[in-house]
């Protein structure tokens, strides 16, 4: 990923996130973690991107906490 993205209205809300969250923490769903991945990239990669200026330190927090997401489930 490069400098910031724009959301294409894909985004997660709150309810969708909270489903997605339980069902990959209770069942380590990989269905639901492919979909909070592709639905929160351009957010949490923003995100990052405004916090250290560097599109390749934005993309390494993103993996870590989709990482992160992923180990402590189940």
Request: aromatic fraction near 8%.
């Amino acid at each position: 990923m490069e400098k910031p993205v724009s959301s294409e209205g894909a985004e997660v809300g709150p309810d969708e996130l909270s489903e997605l969250l339980l069902a990959i923490a209770r069942q380590r769903d990989h269905a639901a973690y492919a979909r909070l991945y592709e639905r929160s990239k351009d957010r949490v990669y923003n995100l990052a991107y405004h916090i250290t200026g560097h599109s390749d330190l934005a993309d390494e927090a993103f993996q870590a906490a989709m990482l992160r997401i992923w180990t402590s489930a189940g």
